[in-house]
């Protein structure tokens, strides 16, 4: 036994060797330097004679599912097919194995694009594929619980006083009261790093501004669309409208400058899409109406995400969340773990495209022991964030509180089959929804249960508005 333990050892130090050796060889070869630190090693960064600032964001992929005894070595060659590399940063375990993920930053946005295109699902070894994605450096916070009557100039001046780096503060108009705010702000930092530290300082909790205890939590990060994806976008994403404001006023509005050009209009609550028949009259009807009022309110356009509607109900269970994605829902999501993953490998079939990877976990349902003198403290279902839900329903409840609407009503209906047996459906009707717009929704399959009926009117509710 003795024997074989020594043997063991023995094995692990030679391998150690020879991936030393193999690493030495590598930074020969490419004069690339490496180092490591905070549980992750360095390749490159800046690479050999670089000269400038570091690559812009957008240049950086996120690398998952990498087999745990693999490095460097062998790694940097097969990214080095996409383009020059700027930096590979290997997360690395105490024991000297990976973590089963990296960052690789290219010089260009189009080199990180085809390195998606080509490397996402390779075979890196036999019946071994990674999962190659945009990996984003997040330089936005989410503020909650400002006062509501607090203007842009005040909200970025204070941001400011408080906090170093900060860029910008982009803050919603109310959706019934266009002098007010929305009770949150999203604050820009001019790095990730300056925006961690922003949110290390005002995360206590305690942190006060204008009397007032604020949430701070990272803010979800724009969807990122390829260039060649927004270039046949013809739909335009219309914000900053008053409630009242109806499908035909938009529609006329978008018209007056080319009478026929729009196809249709959606309108949800005080924001809209507007559908063209071009794609050249919605760029010039983003240019001249953007800034323009309707109805007295100055309305903001820009040109729509598009998104993957089939994937649109588990995006909205996994907190990925785009306001200005049509199909999306609308309301400001502040969930946690858009920074870069460190140390949590769980979290990687969220982020591999839907390739290869689990559908969204399920809501933990696991009971633990009360014991006596555990503490309780009394909250609000509203307080909590999405992924404590594990319905439909109560997603729709919590969506609808999210947008101050008033709660979903339901309607039960009910027929007979042929067989004899009593069938349910439900009515979805959302009252605070704008004239114009649809606020019934009613799913076209029958159940035997409430139960079933519910949450299936409620999941189809959820992806028709």
């Known amino acids: 036994m003795h024997e074989e333990n020594k043997a063991a050892g023995c094995g692990k130090i030679c391998s150690g060797t020879q991936n030393e050796a193999a690493l030495l060889a590598l930074m020969e070869k490419t004069g690339y330097s490496m180092v490591q630190e905070n549980g992750q090693r360095k390749f490159g960064g800046p690479p050999?004679?670089?000269?400038?600032?570091?690559?812009?964001?957008?240049?950086?992929?996120?690398?998952?599912?990498?087999?745990?005894?693999?490095?460097?070595d062998e790694l940097v060659p097969v990214f080095e097919k996409a383009g020059k590399i700027y930096e590979f940063r290997l997360m690395m375990e105490f024991s000297g194995e990976n973590r089963g993920y990296a960052f690789v930053m290219y010089t260009t946005k189009e080199e990180a694009q085809l390195a998606i295109k080509i490397l996402n699902n390779y075979e890196i070894r036999p019946g071994k594929f990674i999962g190659v994605c945009v990996s984003l450096d997040n330089c936005r916070l989410f503020i909650g619980a400002i006062p509501k009557e607090k203007k842009k100039e005040e909200i970025l001046n204070e941001m400011r006083k408080v906090t170093e780096g900060v860029v910008d503060v982009i803050v919603y108009p109310n959706a019934t009261d266009k002098t007010?705010?929305?009770?949150?702000?999203?604050?820009?930092?001019?790095?990730?790093?300056?925006?961690?530290?922003?949110?290390?300082?005002?995360?206590?909790g305690t942190f006060q501004l204008w009397g007032h205890t604020i949430q701070v939590d990272w803010a979800d990060p724009e969807k990122e669309v390829d260039e060649e994806t927004m270039q046949r976008v013809k739909v335009l994403y219309v914000r900053n409208l008053?409630?009242?404001?109806?499908?035909?006023?938009?529609?006329?509005e978008f018209n007056k400058f080319k009478p026929g050009a729009v196809e249709r209009v959606k309108k949800l609550r005080d924001y809209a899409f507007v559908h063209f028949f071009h794609r050249d009259d919605a760029i010039a009807a983003m240019s001249v109406m953007n800034g323009k009022c309707i109805d007295g309110a100055s309305i903001e356009v820009t040109l729509a995400?598009?998104?993957n509607k089939e994937s649109t109900w588990k995006q909205h269970f996994n907190g990925q969340i785009n306001p200005g994605s049509e199909n999306l829902l609308g309301f400001p999501n502040k969930e946690d773990g858009h920074q870069k993953p460190l140390g949590k490998p769980a979290s990687l079939s969220l982020r591999l495209n839907g390739q290869h990877s689990p559908g969204p976990p399920e809501v933990e349902r696991c009971t633990y022991p009360f014991f006596p003198g555990i503490k309780l403290t009394p909250i609000s279902m509203y307080s909590l964030?999405?992924?404590?839900?594990?319905?439909?329903?109560?997603?729709?409840?919590?969506?609808?509180?999210k947008n101050n609407w008033a709660p979903p009503e339901y309607y039960l209906y009910s027929t007979t089959s042929q067989d004899g047996k009593i069938l349910l459906v439900y009515k979805v009707l959302i009252p605070s929804i704008a004239v114009g717009s649809q606020s019934c929704f009613m799913p076209d399959k029958l159940c035997t249960t409430v139960e079933g009926a519910k949450e299936l009117a409620a999941q189809f509710t959820l992806l028709h508005l």
């Open 48 to 72: 050999p004679g670089w000269e400038g600032p570091p690559p812009p964001r957008g240049c950086e992929v996120f690398v998952g599912k990498i087999p745990r005894d693999m490095y460097e």
């Open 180 to 204: 007010k705010n929305r009770g949150f702000a999203f604050v820009e930092y001019e790095s990730h790093r300056a925006a961690a530290m922003a949110r290390r300082r005002l995360i206590p």
């Open 242 to 252: 008053m409630i009242s404001t109806t499908e035909d006023t938009i529609k006329a």
């Open 305 to 307: 995400k598009p998104v």
């Open 385 to 401: 964030k999405p992924c404590h839900f594990s319905s439909a329903a109560m997603h729709l409840d919590y969506f609808c509180n």
